[in-house]
């Protein structure tokens, strides 16, 4: 069975600072997505990636995916307080039917 | 405009008693999910549907149901069987997957917020 989990749980970080976080997951997932959720609100999405060695960028924001190690990063170039928020990884099951497995989510506060 | 929309966004259910969560999409998706949100906490699946009048539980299932009578709809109710309901609740949909590896990022709704007096 999927499994995902997410490194660190929380991060406080200065803005200007540079920071990855890790998205570990246990079998072999179909795809790997990145979303973003501020307090109270819903997810969105930021990134989806589809295979080994795949990068993708927007704004301060790189996500990259190494298939082999089970293992997908994201990180955050020069933070800036906006980019404070919760950010969640997600895999896909690829037995059967499809489902999404989320990590337990990575509490960003950039500080300024 | 197509989104996701969930209604309503606040919801107070008393003792024993049954409430439906609304989730209406008009982007054409075939597949809709709903997940289960706790503080502090990421999603759990309740249950999700890949095409009309079917749908499967999820690791969550339990004091909970679903219906699937229409493409765009995708109601949730939270019935006395659930003993612990209070939690941020999220709908989403994507396009069912035809494994060719094509996008099937999943796309939320705002959230319905439930409380219990």
């Known amino acids: 069975e999927l499994k995902v989990e997410q490194n660190p749980l929380f991060l406080s970080m200065q803005e200007g600072k540079n920071y990855t976080i890790y998205c570990n997951y246990s079998?072999?997932?179909?795809?790997l997505y990145w979303y973003r959720q501020d307090p109270g609100k819903s997810l969105e999405s930021l990134f989806v990636?589809?295979?080994?060695?795949a990068v993708k960028q927007e704004g301060r924001l790189m996500a990259s995916l190494d298939t082999k190690a089970r293992l997908s990063t994201l990180h955050i170039t020069a933070a800036v307080h906006d980019l404070s928020a919760t950010y969640f990884c997600?895999?896909?099951?690829?037995?059967?039917?499809?489902?999404?497995?989320f990590g337990t989510g990575t509490r960003l506060k950039v500080l300024a | 405009d197509g989104g996701i929309t969930q209604s309503p966004k606040y919801l107070f259910r008393k003792e024993g008693q049954n409430v439906t969560l609304s989730c209406e999409q008009n982007?054409?998706?075939?597949?809709m999910y709903w997940y289960r949100q706790d503080p502090g906490q990421g999603l759990r699946l309740i249950y999700y549907?890949?095409?009309?009048?079917?749908?499967q539980k999820g690791d969550i299932a339990e004091g909970y149901s679903v219906s699937r009578e229409k493409k765009e709809s995708f109601p949730l109710t939270v019935t006395s069987a659930q003993k612990n309901p209070t939690a941020f609740y999220l709908c989403?949909?994507?396009?069912?997957?035809?494994?060719?590896?094509?996008?099937?990022?999943?796309?939320f709704g705002p959230g319905t917020r439930l409380l219990v007096l």
């Open positions: 989403a949909s994507s396009m069912a997957s035809g494994g060719d590896g094509g996008l099937e990022t999943q796309y």
């Open positions: 079998t072999t997932s179909d795809r």
């Open positions: 990636l589809l295979s080994n060695g």
């Open positions: 997600a895999g896909v099951t690829t037995s059967g039917t499809y489902k999404y497995i």
């Open positions: 982007l054409n998706h075939d597949a």
């Open positions: 549907s890949q095409i009309v009048n079917d749908f």
